[in-house]
């Protein structure tokens, strides 16, 4: 049996189907967009709903591949300002950009649920699927961001989580 180590970490279930999706969005992405482009260039023609379907494919592909870099600690931090703070200034300012995100997380979990009622009712134009199905991709986007914030906030507070916002597990 091999040792789960910190650099190889245990891929789940859950994320090997994220990656899964991921990789099914993109190659039905890629697919529609490119047998659009031939049917208009040969044949002077194209198939409507394949927009449709690129652009729904394209908005689950980010939230999903989102959550993935929240979970990997791979989004983008700037600490070129907080690296230079005393210790303790950092565990603030750390605090403090986690309270911000967490109010931001939640006006987007409030902002796509209110979408996601108005989108409900509403169809798209040509295959005429629930333009709220969008929205449900950026509320579950949050709402798995902000479990993570939390998960990461409750394991500073016990002395799990790493010092440094831009530590990652590996190091």
């Known amino acids: 049996m091999t040792k789960i ?6 891929a789940s ?4 189907a994220a990656e899964g999706m991921l990789a099914l969005s993109m190659f039905g992405m890629v697919c529609a ?10 044949f002077n023609t194209g198939i409507s709903g394949y927009e449709e379907i690129a652009r729904l494919l394209f908005v689950w592909l980010v939230c999903v591949g989102s959550i993935l870099a929240t979970v990997d600690r791979e989004h983008l931090v700037f ?6 703070l005393p210790r ?15 109010w931001i997380l ?10 996601i009622q108005v989108g409900i009712y509403s169809r798209s134009p040509v295959l005429g699927y629930p333009l709220g199905l969008t929205a ?12 993570l914030l939390i998960v990461e906030c409750w394991k500073d ?15």
């Open 79 to 84: 600490d070129l300002l907080i690296n230079r």
């Open 33 to 42: 967009v490119f047998l659009n482009v031939v049917l208009r260039y040969l």
């Open 5 to 10: 180590t910190p650099e190889k970490p245990r």
């Open 88 to 102: 303790k200034l950092q565990y603030i300012c750390r605090w403090i950009g986690r309270g911000l995100i967490a």
């Open 106 to 115: 939640v006006l987007l979990i409030l902002g796509a649920w209110e979408q």
């Open 136 to 147: 449900a991709a950026i509320l579950l986007m949050a709402a798995c961001m902000l479990i």
């Open 13 to 16: 279930l859950l994320r090997h």
């Open 157 to 171: 507070l016990r002395g799990i989580a790493p010092t440094s916002p831009t530590s990652h597990p590996s190091e």
